[in-house]
């Protein structure tokens, strides 16, 4: 694993924070979920934000490593529209053609588990990566790249003052 890190100055005077790493071996993903508590608390994130940040950015990690071979991981500080965290990850395979049903809990390499076989677990995956995704960040992205790839957006914003 490669890790940069970059402070670029923002046009309002403040240092924006940035830091990206390629990521490809099985067990990466769990580096990146620290990367991910890191980089969230530097910038002010603490408490239950902080984990869904991380595990939201170790089940993309997962998919990139398991589905595509790899990627890379970017967080940058934002402050528009708010001040928060902004997490990229491209990976380097051939995108997903049915984006909407593969974030569908329970949709798993091309189809939908039965409660059975969910209950059965051996499936090697539950099909909830890219719904828990959605659900435990406050805007999610999904693209697939011209000349391939897939690439999630997402952004958590920091809580206003006095809220938790
Ligand atoms: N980066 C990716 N590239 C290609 N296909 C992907 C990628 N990420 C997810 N997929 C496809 O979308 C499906 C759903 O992904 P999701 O993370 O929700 O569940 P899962 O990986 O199958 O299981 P779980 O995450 O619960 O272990 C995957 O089974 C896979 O077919
Ligand atoms: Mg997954």
């Not at 049903?101 to 039965?114: I, N, P, Y």
Request: hydrophobic share 35%; charged share 25%.
């Amino acid at each position: 694993m490669t890790v940069g890190h970059r402070a670029d100055a923002d046009p309002g005077g403040s240092e924006a924070m940035l830091q990206s790493m390629e990521f490809s071996r099985e067990g990466e993903s769990i580096l990146c979920y620290g990367q991910a508590l890191r980089f969230a608390s530097g910038i002010g994130f603490t408490g239950e934000r902080l984990w869904q940040i991380a595990t939201s950015v170790s089940e993309l990690a997962t998919n990139a490593i398991k589905y595509a071979g790899g990627g890379r991981i970017t967080f940058r500080s934002v402050q528009d529209p708010r001040p928060g965290i902004e997490i990229v990850v491209l990976d380097r395979g051939t995108g997903i053609e049915h984006i909407e049903q593969a974030c569908q809990d329970g949709f798993t390499r091309g189809r939908m588990l039965s409660e059975d076989e969910i209950l059965a677990g051996t499936h090697g995956g539950f099909g909830g990566g890219l719904g828990a995704v959605r659900r435990l960040m406050d805007s999610v992205q999904m693209d697939n790249r011209e000349g391939g790839g897939f690439r999630v957006v997402a952004c958590k914003w920091l809580p206003e003052p006095g809220v938790f």
